[in-house]
Structure formats: structure tokens, C-alpha cells
T-cell receptor, first 113, second 115 residues
Framework: EAQVTQNPRYLITVTGKKLTVTCSQN?????MSWYRQDPGLGLRQIYY???????DKGDVPEGYKVSRKEKRNFPLILESPSPNQTSLYFC????????????FGQGTRLTVV | AQSVAQPEDQVNVAEGNPLTVKCTYS??????LFWYVQYPNRGLQFLLK??????LVKGSYGFEAEFNKSQTSFHLKKPSALVSDSALYFC?????????????FGTGTQLKVEL
């Protein structure tokens, strides 16, 4: 089954404690991205990657890092989380063809206290 | 820069009545347009897309959307709403060229279908 898998689904952490949210896709997609969803703001892109070792900033990259060492994996790293990063996070993947739809993971609800 | 506007935070309809969820977009050049649905505690699911050709696009679960280039709109419609259609709906746009494959979303519209 074609899918994007994120882990963990829920995470509560303390300010400043480094964390990683993993994302993996099994569709051999070149393009992967991370979004955060906040009430009234919709989904905003954090980082994206167009292929292995190619990453770039989205609209709200501050406080986040990513890596793309393998095509299937695109982890999101928060090196020093702060309460304003409390949000619902989604990983997505798609082909590079701009007319194709993106596939989304189930989401990770992060709370930073 | 590309953007999407969903002017209604919430739409309420009675079951069996037609529904419309509005979306307008702004993009340089021609757009690709998408609708996604999000059920509670779930990720976004693809509903339908406009690429080219017929302005009326049909998608999953009986939904359809009408592309109107002059009004830069892509409203989501369904002839007869079901209670199970209650969810959060997102419109998204991607530029055909020059956008770097970026998908830009609206703020979402909560659809509530009541008996």
C-alpha cells in the first residue's frame, strides 16, 4: 500500500530538548516536504526536498532542520524546541511532476512545555 | 508569490442539500488546483484536481469542483451532502512553472452537515 509514515503520532516534550520526527515514503517520490498546521493559518511549508541531498527552506523554516540522505526518508529535527513550535506537523511526498497530487502522513501532534 | 483564499471558516448545510465550499487563488501563470479533506486525527486525503481541459472536475465521494479562470476560483461542490462529509476541507494551488513544485494551501473550511 502506498503510504507516508510519520512517527511518533503524539509527542510531549520540554523546551530545549532536541527531538526528531521521522517520515518515510514507499512510493519512490522525489519531492518531500514538511508542513505545520495551526488553527486559522492552514498548512504552512517548513522545508522541502527535491531529491537526495537537496533541501531548501519553505515559508516558516526558523527553528527546524531537515536532512535527505536517502530518497525514502525525510526527518524533521527540532534542535531546541520552544513552546511556539507546538503544532500539528505533516510530512508529504509527491512526484516532481507539478500536476500530481501530494500524499500526506497521518500527522504528528507536538506539544512543547 | 502564490496564495489561496478560503473565505468561509465554516459552512453548515442540511443533509441532502447541495453544498459549496469556496476557494479563490492567485498565481503567476496557469495553475494546478487541488482539494483535500481532513477528518479528525487523520492526515489530508486527496479529493480532486484541476490540471487542464474540462472546467468541471469530478473526484472522490461524489465531490466535484468548477474551475473559473476569469474569477480565479475553484469552488468545491456536491449535489447532496451527507453527515459523513463533515470534515475540514483545504484548497491548494501549485504554479505550472516557476513555483518549484510548491503546494500552497488555504486556511481551510470546516464543513458541518446536520440531519
Amino acid at each position: 500500500e502506498a503510504q507516508v509514515t510519520q512517527n511518533p503520532r503524539y509527542l510531549i516534550t520540554v523546551t530545549g530538548k532536541k527531538l526528531t520526527v521521522t517520515c518515510s515514503q514507499n512510493m519512490n517520490h522525489e519531492y518531500m516536504s514538511w508542513y505545520r498546521q495551526d488553527p486559522g493559518l492552514g498548512l504552512r511549508q517548513i522545508y522541502y526536498s527535491m531529491n537526495v541531498e537537496v533541501t531548501d527552506k519553505g515559508d516558516v523554516p526558523e527553528g527546524y532542520k531537515v536532512s535527505r540522505k536517502e530518497k525514502r526518508n525525510f526527518p524533521l529535527i527540532l534542535e531546541s524546541p520552544s513552546p511556539n513550535q507546538t503544532s500539528l506537523y505533516f510530512c508529504a511526498s509527491s512526484r516532481l511532476d507539478s500536476n500530481t497530487e501530494a500524499f500526506f502522513g497521518q500527522g504528528t501532534r507536538l506539544t512543547v512545555v | 508569490a502564490q496564495s489561496v483564499a478560503q473565505p468561509e471558516d465554516q459552512v453548515n448545510v442540511a443533509e441532502g442539500n447541495p453544498l459549496t465550499v469556496k476557494c479563490t487563488y492567485s498565481v503567476s501563470g496557469n495553475p494546478y488546483l487541488f482539494w483535500y479533506v481532513q477528518y479528525p486525527n487523520r492526515g489530508l486525503q486527496f479529493l480532486l484536481k484541476y490540471i487542464t481541459g474540462d472546467n468541471l472536475v469530478k473526484g472522490s465521494y461524489g465531490f466535484e469542483a468548477e474551475f473559473n479562470k476569469s474569477q480565479t476560483s475553484f469552488h468545491l461542490k456536491k449535489p447532496s451532502a451527507l453527515v459523513s462529509d463533515s470534515a475540514l476541507y483545504f484548497c491548494a494551488v501549485r504554479a505550472i512553472t516557476g513555483g518549484g513544485n510548491k503546494l500552497t494551501f488555504g486556511t481551510g473550511t470546516q464543513l458541518k452537515v446536520e440531519l
